[in-house]
């Protein structure tokens, strides 16, 4: 098959993608600012990958995130009040596509690997770092809902390098 052949040429990019002259300068700015890749989930289950978060240090602990209002992470979250963040790796990328929407998910979200059931939501199994957060606050924020919580429980572990989120692209340090 010749490469111009129908079916014979693989777009080294994103076919699909806006350019970047098209986006807001805001989204060009988000994009340039390296963000960390994490699961949030919540008894239900539910989950939803997200970079859009902080955590603040204080007494107590706390954690704020920005996320899709209609996602039904958000309505399980809500339901449950509780949730779990959970910082992902570059061999978790899969998972970060597939709990973003980005990738199929047969059997649902949950059924392609182990998880751990805590009283925050399940953890994938193997997953040494991870916080227990209880819901405080929510609100409109841009186009998101920002959502606060409490951080109640960590468990840190050697966890290797994090999956960075930049420039629309899954990074490793």
Not at 47 to 62: C, K, Q
Request: net charge negative.
């Amino acid at each position: 098959m010749t490469p111009d052949a129908p079916g014979g040429r693989i777009h080294s990019t994103d076919p699909f993608a806006i350019p970047d002259q098209d986006k807001s300068a805001v989204r060009r700015l988000r994009g340039r600012l390296a963000a960390p890749v994490t699961l949030w989930t919540t008894p239900g289950p539910s989950g939803l990958t997200v970079s859009s978060m902080l955590v603040a240090d204080g007494d107590p602990g706390r954690v704020l995130g920005l996320i899709d209002e209609e996602s039904d992470f958000w309505d399980a979250a809500e339901t449950a009040g509780r949730f779990a963040v959970i910082p992902l790796t570059p061999a978790d990328r899969q998972l970060a596509d597939r709990f973003a929407g980005l990738m199929p998910a047969p059997g649902g979200l949950f059924a392609a690997s182990e998880w751990t059931d805590t009283e925050w939501g399940p953890i994938p199994a193997g997953a040494d770092t991870w916080a227990g957060c209880r819901l405080d606050a929510n609100r409109p924020y841009g186009w998101a809902l920002l959502v606060e919580a409490v951080i109640e429980t960590v468990h840190t572990g050697a966890s290797p390098a994090p999956l960075i989120h930049y420039r629309g692209r899954y990074n490793e340090l």
